[in-house]
């Protein structure tokens, strides 16, 4: 192994939240899909969204859509597409519920992230979809229909 990667892997070793451990692993040392969902489950609420600084710049321990988009990320980089698993269960049931979804879009900032340290383009006045893009909503989207049927969820979403 060359010098730079044993530094980076002391680095991780001895600095990485558990999450980031796990996937460090998964990728570079043949560790487990499970040890990283483990990992994840740690960030998820009891409504199914994500929080808890999942997304490192924004520790708010409140569900997000940008937190929960974070997690989704995370199952597809480990392969893990059972809609029968209970992470992706409950993420579902959250997008569901219609928790921080403006009309169309989900939102980009929430107001509660303001409560709690985060970096400033997580600061809002207001829960927002103000960034003019389509993060997290193309992606929150495009899990939904790839995990559920697909022509009725994203028919249901495109009509929202």
């Given at each position: 192994?060359?010098?730079?990667?044993?530094?980076?892997?002391?680095?991780?070793?001895?600095?990485?939240?558990?999450?980031?451990?796990?996937?460090?692993?998964?990728?570079?040392?043949?560790?487990?899909?499970?040890?990283?969902?483990?990992?994840?489950?740690?960030?998820?609420?009891?409504?199914?969204?994500?929080?808890?600084a999942l997304e490192a710049d924004a520790w708010n321990p409140n569900s997000s859509p940008i937190q929960t988009w974070t997690a989704t990320e995370i199952l597809r980089e480990v392969g893990c597409t059972d809609?029968?698993?209970?992470?992706?269960?409950?993420?579902?049931?959250?997008?569901?519920?219609?928790?921080?979804?403006?009309?169309?879009?989900?939102?980009?900032?929430?107001?509660?992230?303001?409560?709690?340290?985060?970096?400033?383009?997580?600061?809002t006045e207001s829960d927002s979809t103000c960034h003019n893009d389509y993060n997290p909503t193309a992606c929150l989207r495009g899990l939904s229909c790839d995990l559920q049927n697909v022509e009725a969820t994203c028919t249901n979403s495109a009509n929202a």
């Open positions: 192994m060359n010098n730079t990667y044993e530094k980076a892997r002391a680095f991780i070793y001895r600095n990485a939240r558990p999450i980031d451990f796990a996937r460090f692993q998964y990728h570079f040392e043949n560790g487990s899909k499970e040890a990283v969902l483990n990992a994840l489950a740690a960030y998820q609420n009891h409504d199914g969204g994500f929080g808890h809609i029968a698993h209970p992470i992706i269960q409950s993420i579902l049931r959250y997008l569901a519920s219609g928790a921080d979804f403006e009309g169309h879009f989900w939102c980009t900032t929430v107001r509660s992230n303001n409560d709690f340290p985060h970096a400033p383009w997580w600061h």
